[in-house]
């Protein structure tokens, strides 16, 4: 018995070492997978926050359009660039998004509806475009 415990044991250690080194695998791709996630929902809140940040600086000032949207990709780049880095989202995407901010700001601040306040900013905007 003492000799077959005795030639087992290096494949058993051999064994356990393999079975902590997989724990530890496991272990080190689910914290990366935790932070990571979270690291990527706090820069997509903080380009949130400043979209809705700057949408407030643009109705303020009473632009509106293009000048509007411009002012509002300026201040994003300017104030969360460690998130517009790590989200690489395209020019196309930011200005959806400064744009429907911007919607949103307008719409809680008129009171009006927000089919309304939709319409008449596509309306300014299809005149511009034609202009």
Known sequence: MQQIIASAAPHLLELVSLAITAIIGWAAAAV?????????ARH???LHWALTTAAQLAVKNQLTGKSAV???????R?????????LRPSAEVLTDLA?????QVV????GLSPTV???NMRDEI???RRS
């Not at 300017?78 to 790590?86: E, K, L």
């Not at 744009?99 to 919607?103: D, P, R, T, Y």
């Open 32 to 40: 990366r997978r935790k932070w990571g996630v979270e690291i990527e």
């Open 44 to 46: 997509r809140e903080a």
């Open 70 to 76: 411009d002012l509002m990709l300026e201040y994003v």
């Open 78 to 86: 300017r104030s969360v660039p460690d998130a517009i880095g790590s």
């Open 99 to 103: 744009q429907a901010k911007l919607e």
């Open 107 to 110: 719409v809680e601040r008129s």
């Open 117 to 119: 306040v939709v319409n």
């Open 126 to 128: 299809v005149a511009r």
